[in-house]
């Protein structure tokens, strides 16, 4: 992981390289690269604090800053009135964890210890309750196409947010007491990674600086966005959609392969499905809720390309976990599926 510690050198290089207003590509790559270690030095963070304060009062942390970079990116995207890049990086982030993260660790899980077993219950709640938020997500959407008032559809986005947001609730404390009576055979996060004798001081510390720096990361990245698109021949599409999703959950992803590689597959789903509701009943109506404050309205109207896809991303991950085991050839399945996705979004030849 030593490796990750390095691209916080790139944290002076795009500040210097956007005051001196250099190539916008460099700003948006070294502020990208620079996100990553962020958000990873915020994950252990989180965890310290999780670990020192208890089961409940811990878990409510994981549950409140697990993806709190994504939180920040998408916070500065409004800001700058970009609403389709959040919407496509709202996306981007549950089709990342339900297909690129949870593939690839099934794959390399797989590939080191042959077939693994996992706690069908869990699993079993943790994808019901996926479906069930993409329902919640798309209603909205598909809704809109015959409402004609706008200031319904925004009203009609308002109350199914703070439907999920009751719902995320519930989730957290079904989960909280699951995990006292049961002890939950799923291990921390914080098994998979470093150990840290923090005190609960420093780790707070730690966890303000790195957001700090990623909400400054975030808003040179957001600001460089169109020239890298139009350089690049990009879409804003794409880049929220592919791009962005993997800028900011990165280090959590490595986390939850390095957790399949180790056996831990209990570990590895919970990390893969849960940060994908916490994007869909957390991130997202908070986003809703927060963006009437900034002046810039998000509704939830996702276009149907991304229906699509999220409806087939939720469909295979669940049929391929649901049997309470996983290998290999599985994990290339949903990987497969991620690069098809990933190569249409490509080519798509319009800006949505």
């Not at 690129?100 to 943790?126: A, E, H, P």
């Not at 303000?208 to 720096?213: F, N």
């Not at 460089?224 to 959609?241: C, H, K, R, Y």
């Amino acid at each position: 992981m030593r490796a990750l510690q390095l691209l916080l050198l790139f944290i002076p290089a795009s500040l210097l390289a956007h005051w001196a207003g250099t190539n916008e590509i460099f700003v948006f790559a070294s502020s990208a690269l620079a996100i990553i270690p962020l958000a990873k030095l915020l994950g252990e963070a989180t965890e310290v604090l999780a670990e020192k304060t208890g089961p409940r009062i811990g878990g409510l942390l994981n549950a409140t800053f697990g993806n709190a970079a994504e939180l920040i990116i998408t916070l500065a995207a409004i800001r700058a009135g970009q609403i389709q890049l959040v919407l496509a990086s709202l996306t981007g982030s549950i089709l990342g964890n339900l297909l690129l993260v949870l593939g690839f660790s099934m794959f390399m899980g797989g590939l080191k210890n042959g077939r693994q077993i996992f706690d069908r219950r869990q699993v079993d709640t943790d994808a019901t309750m996926t479906i069930l938020a993409l329902i919640a997500m798309t209603v909205p959407s598909l809704f809109s196409l015959y409402i004609p008032d706008g200031q319904l559809v925004e009203e009609l986005s308002l109350t199914t947010a703070a439907a999920m947001l009751i719902l995320y609730m519930l989730f957290v404390v079904y989960t909280l007491q699951s995990c006292t009576k049961e002890k939950c055979n799923a291990v921390t996060v914080r098994e998979a990674l470093p150990s840290h004798a923090w005190s609960a001081g420093r780790a707070t510390a730690f966890m303000g600086l790195s957001m700090i720096g990623i909400a400054l990361m975030s808003e040179l990245l957001v600001a460089s966005v169109e020239a890298v698109t139009d350089t690049l021949g990009l879409t804003p599409f794409f880049v929220g959609i592919i791009i962005v999703p993997i800028i900011g959950n990165v280090a959590e992803h490595l986390v939850s392969v390095q957790a399949a590689m180790q056996d831990k597959m209990d570990l590895s789903l919970s990390i893969a499905l849960g940060s994908s509701l916490q994007i869909a009943l957390f991130v997202t109506p908070v986003l809703v809720f927060v963006s009437l404050l900034l002046n810039s309205p998000l509704t939830l109207q996702f276009n149907q390309l991304e229906l699509i896809a999220l409806t087939a991303a939720s469909m295979i991950s669940a049929l391929v976990s649901l049997d309470g085991e996983s290998n290999w050839l599985e994990g290339a399945m949903l990987l497969a599926v991620y690069g098809i996705l990933s190569l249409a979004f490509f080519f798509l030849p319009m800006k949505l």
